[in-house]
């Protein structure tokens, strides 16, 4: 009685252990360590274990937390082991959520009648028990186990055991709840350090791109460029020995700009020919490639990478092509002889990501320079093309002014004709009157001069003075009309004139060139239209109308008429210009105020004509000019001016 109330003691002090640990570990295992040595106290436990279900992973795997045993060796903590109803005690406890007692004779004539019932080494005496959680669901199984026969379990050790089953199932699910908030809490931080670490390489590859582009924009190449690549891509990724090779597809070779080595001081080669070394095998292959030693050396040994160049003693690399689109700028390669930096598939996705971009500013760097040489090209074309402008312009304007004084020139050659025809009668009149005078002198003195005679004088007198002032007063005219026009051509300044008189003065200083020509001239404009302008504009517009209806319009002996006319709107004139001449189609029309236009060239025709009167109408006068012409149907000129021009 006494030893019964001794282990009755015992079993409470166990129990209350229990409890006290489950709420100071925070491990399984060391909780069960401890409910072993505690259940060691009250019963034999030399070979005790826990398998409990893997909540997380599929139906009916089980680990074993906690192993101790005699004869068999524990498994792994952390292994799965899938056990199936009827295959094992364990897996039978589990499956059934039973209580189980075998003897060794019953587990083997379970395992001779199904075989490979339980896969540990048979024992004396067998006891598990399930592990149940509040709702009555299975946790995992708790086993005790006796190898030898003088130790073997009681109804009283079985009923002790099935309730500290019971109060470590309490005990698990806390530390199995606490074990899985810890495994969550440590999976989280993991997955923060490792979004973290993720956060701060995406910041600095973002940095190194910003200072990439920042470099291609504000650089133009050479060793400071290069130096500070390598300095951007050492932050990312281990770069002690860094290449960078330049493919150049016009002589299909490959340069060595950048190179620094920790055992070459220089580059074995600074160029060399397109298929030869490793430079050469990446771009082929125009992808990133990994090495570690054993590939790079299998790589040299088949042959299939021809003439290594540098030293081979490596113990990792990383090449990456420099490319955009299918054009292959170069390559960058890094390399390690620790092998203590060894490069990972992350880091080659960062010198590939790189090498992509510094492709991108290479371009816009060779963009930037063919548009620098284009611009300074288009420069001297533009300065050679203003050259020639300007001397075309100078060339344009002395024709025009050659024109202008040749027009002035035919003007003075016609009325100095014109002036010829009264002077010569002047001339012949006035011979003539001396001729009379001297034979009336001899009759006087001979006595012969009557009355008759000296009337008869008279009138030769009479009618001579008469045909010399007559003459004389239209050749003052003449002279008078050409004065004012030729003064207003050669002048550029502007003055009070009355339009209708000044254009009857035009038209009579043109009578030379109408003279002969049965072509007809009316004139409809307002005597009113006062003008403070250019009259020689006006003069030089109406002169090359005229002129170019006579040339182009009208064929030698055709008759027509041409009209002009001028009306007040407002502020501006309208002066209209039209002949039934010959016309235009609209090609010829397209081209007609283009210099050196014309459809008389060899017969008497500069091209200037109209381009002279487009100039003055729209410069000198400030005005507008529209052509209306078809053939067979004349052609008509609008001109639309301000009656005062503002200089």
């Not at 009113?528 to 302008?533: C, G, L, N, P």
């Not at 004349?634 to 200089?647: D, E, I």
Request: charged share 25%; hydrophobic share 40%.
């Amino acid at each position: 009685m006494e030893s019964r109330l001794t282990r009755l003691e015992a079993v409470q002090t166990m129990l209350l252990e229990i409890g006290q640990k489950s709420s100071s570990c925070t491990d399984i295992s060391e909780f069960l360590q401890a409910v072993h040595a505690a259940l060691g106290r009250i019963m034999y436990a030399a070979n005790f274990f826990v398998a409990l279900s893997d909540r997380d992973g599929p139906v009916n795997q089980v680990r074993f937390v906690y192993f101790v045993d005699e004869v068999d060796d524990p498994p792994s903590r952390d292994a799965l082991f899938e056990l199936v109803e009827g295959e094992s005690p364990t897996a039978t406890v589990i499956a059934s959520r039973e209580r189980m007692v075998m003897t060794a004779a019953e587990h083997q004539s379970r395992r001779e009648a199904n075989a490979g019932f339980g896969i540990g080494t048979i024992a004396e005496h067998w006891m598990g028990c399930p592990l149940l959680d509040q709702n009555h669901q299975s946790l995992g199984a708790i086993v005790i186990q006796s190898y030898d026969k003088e130790h073997t379990f009681s109804d009283e050790d079985q009923a002790l055991f099935a309730l500290i089953a019971n109060h470590v199932s309490s005990a698990l699910q806390g530390l199995q709840s606490m074990d899985r908030l810890e495994r969550a809490v440590q999976e989280r931080t993991a997955l923060l350090a490792h979004e973290v670490a993720e956060r701060r390489r995406a910041e600095n590859i973002q940095r190194a791109l910003y200072e990439l582009a920042n470099l291609s924009a504000t650089a133009t190449g050479g060793s400071r460029l290069n130096m500070r690549l390598h300095q951007i891509i050492s932050e990312l990724v281990p770069a002690q020995n860094f290449l960078m090779a330049l493919y150049h597809p016009d002589t299909k070779e490959i340069s060595i700009p950048y190179f620094v080595d920790q055992k070459d001081e220089q580059a074995p080669v600074k160029r060399f020919d397109y298929g030869v070394g490793m430079s050469s095998y990446v771009l082929q292959r125009k992808q990133a490639m990994l090495l570690d030693r054993a590939g790079f050396q299998a790589l040299v040994a088949s042959g299939e990478m021809e003439h290594p160049l540098g030293n081979v003693d490596i113990a990792s690399w990383m090449g990456a092509p420099m490319l955009l689109g299918d054009v292959a700028y170069g390559v960058i390669i890094v390399q390690s002889y620790d092998d203590a930096v060894t490069y990972t598939q992350a880091d080659l996705d960062i010198l590939a990501f790189m090498a992509s971009h510094v492709a991108v500013a290479i371009a816009r760097m060779q963009a930037d320079r063919e548009i620098r040489r284009a611009k300074e090209a288009l420069e001297e074309q533009n300065a050679a093309l203003e050259s020639a402008l300007t001397s075309l312009k100078d060339a344009q304007g002395e024709l025009v002014r050659q024109e202008k004084l040749a027009s002035l020139g035919r003007l003075v050659a016609g009325v100095a004709h014109e002036i010829n025809t009264p002077l010569g009668i002047c001339v012949t009149a006035t011979s003539h009157l001396v001729e009379e005078l001297k034979l009336t002198r001899e009759d006087m003195a001979a006595g012969t001069l009557d009355e008759d005679g000296l009337n008869q004088f008279f009138d030769i007198i009479s009618q001579s003075l008469r045909i010399m002032t007559t003459n004389t007063q239209r050749a003052a005219a003449l002279v008078r009309s050409f004065k004012q026009v030729a003064v207003d051509q050669s002048s550029d300044d502007i003055r009070s004139f009355n339009l209708r008189k000044y254009l009857d003065e035009v038209l009579l200083s043109l009578q030379p060139k109408l003279k002969g020509k049965p072509v007809a001239v009316e004139i409809d404009c307002d005597e009113r239209i006062e003008m403070a302008s250019f009259p020689g504009a006006v003069s030089q517009i109406v002169t090359n109308m005229v002129v170019n209806s006579l040339v182009h319009g009208f064929e030698e002996g055709q008759s027509g008429k041409i009209r002009i006319s001028g009306k007040v709107d407002g502020d501006f004139v309208d002066f209209d210009y039209s002949d039934d001449g010959a016309g235009m189609d609209n090609s010829t029309l397209a081209q007609l105020f283009d210099p050196f236009f014309t459809t008389k060239r060899g017969s008497g025709g500069s091209g200037l004509g109209a381009h002279i009167l487009y100039n003055l109408v729209t410069g000198a006068l400030g005005g507008t000019i529209k052509v209306v012409s078809a053939p067979g149907m004349g052609l008509h000129y609008k001109l639309r001016f301000p009656k005062v021009k503002r200089k």
